[in-house]
């Protein structure tokens, strides 16, 4: 895969959620911090985003906001308008977590009331919205962040723009008549159509971005030098990688490459592909249920042990109790922190 999706699929975890919401004047609803992205699309009308330490954000229709880190935050009619809690409006299972996926709400004067299933929300017992939203999160190995999402501003503001990101607006549109109109198949196609969504912003926001940034994974992702090597690294983990060997792939002698990918990335060369290794091991090991010999041969590990090694020393316990599901430690130690 190219580097972009590796981004993707190696920090996600479990089932991405999202609703459309039909907003009543007045209204404003808090948003919970979660474990992973986040993001709020305008369908209809206006609204204004908070995220505390930042100033308000006014959004209008086919405007995003995307928060890298899962921010809590508050979407409101104003800044003044009352706000709700949607943790207390949500019924709860024995763990805390919401009983089912909402895919609808209904908000306004009279309270908040979420919907399951079929339906549309703002349905002609509410009478016109004032705004409608397609918001979501996205879960992600907190203790696994990759470190490009780690570099993005803590809200990104993607405004609408008259024939501009036309994918973009398209995986909207998609995903909203998903939600406003759940159809057989559904429970398979909105997960898809998040995924999408996620690679389009941040696909946006590097394009946007792309001549602002000098160091860092944005900095990578515009260094064709330096991007040829980590793209050649992810397509091929288990190749013997050498700083020579990379270097040939980005066009540069052994120490011009070795200084300026380390100066992009944050780690030399060699440690990134060990790095990547290991995390690409981590997803396996969630994933499938091939031997762990397996796996530490896919990404280049002639030795059981020597892999059991590598991968206690990254996550902090071996590959078996992290395939058993046992927490791993909150801050990776050799994580590159591009610059």
Known sequence: MDV????IGTV????PNAARV?????????????????????????CVLTVEGEPPLHLGVGDIAFLPNGQGHVVSESTGSPVEDLCALLPHGRTGEPAGPVTELVCGPGGAGPRFGSGTAGGAEHGEP???????????CSARPHPMLAELPRLVH?????????????????????????RPGG?????????????????????ENRHAA???????????AVYAAVQAVHRDPAHPWTVAGLGER?????????????ALVGLSPLAYVTWWRLTSAGRMLQEDDAPISAVAARVGYSSQFAFANAFKREFGLSPGRYRAGVPVREVPADAPSAG
């Open 22 to 46: 039909a907003w009543h004047s007045p209204w404003g609803m808090r948003f919970p911090e979660v474990s992973g992205v986040g993001f709020q699309v305008v369908l209809q009308g206006s």
């Open 130 to 140: 004032a705004c409608v939203t397609l918001g979501g999160s996205y879960h992600t």
């Open 214 to 224: 000098s160091r860092g994974w944005l900095g990578v992702m515009r260094d064709p």
């Open 250 to 262: 980005a066009g540069l002698s052994r120490a011009a490459f070795a200084k300026r990918f380390t």
């Open 4 to 7: 972009l999706s590796d981004v």
């Open 12 to 15: 996600r975890t479990g089932r």
């Open 158 to 182: 993607l405004p609408a723009r008259v024939g501009a990101r036309t994918e973009l607006g398209a995986a909207v549109e998609l995903l909203g008549s998903e939600l406003a109109r759940p």
């Open 187 to 207: 429970d398979a196609v909105v997960p898809s159509l998040l995924e999408m969504l996620l690679v389009y912003i941040l696909r946006a926001f590097i394009e």
